[in-house]
């Protein structure tokens, strides 16, 4: 079986759980902690993936790389994915679990790069911008990128407006190149 198939119905039923214990919330977290976890620490997979470490070794891990201090049935998830050898997928699993939550309560996100830290009062008003836009939440995250001199790159879903000095400078070259 493909692992996405795999992925998607392992995230699937966890997140249906968690809606019916009414923590999908946390458990949302977890996942986003979890999936975070592979990305910043690759050898997390191959630690993960390795025959020689043992089960009980490898919840712990996930337990830790989930935040530590774990709902429950994020626990017991763990437990059913290591137990049933699919600990190499989990990360694929949680990936998934992240989007169908994202999807399951329309969340959207939105990213604002600037050249210089931006106040929370302009932060603020640019995530009610996409947030009107999208009809629904806006998971913003703010980046700074010396690099565009000024203005600013406001991406969100499959929208990007580039409204950089950078990108100014950029056009104009090329008009000028023409």
Known sequence: MEIGVISVRYARALLKSATELKIEDKVYQEMLTLSQSFIKVPQLR?????????????KSLLVTASGGNIAPLTKRFIDLVVDNDRESTIHFMAASY???????????????????????QIEKKMRQKVESRTNGTVEFQTEVRPEIIGGYILEYDTFRLDASIQNQLRSILTQLSK
């Not at 989007?99 to 106040?119: D, F, S």
């Open 98 to 120: 992240v989007t169908l939550y994202r999807k399951h309560n329309n969340i959207t996100r939105g990213r604002l790069i600037t050249a210089v830290p931006v106040t929370p």
């Open 46 to 58: 191959f630690t993960i993936e390795n025959p020689m470490l043992e089960k009980n070794q490898k």
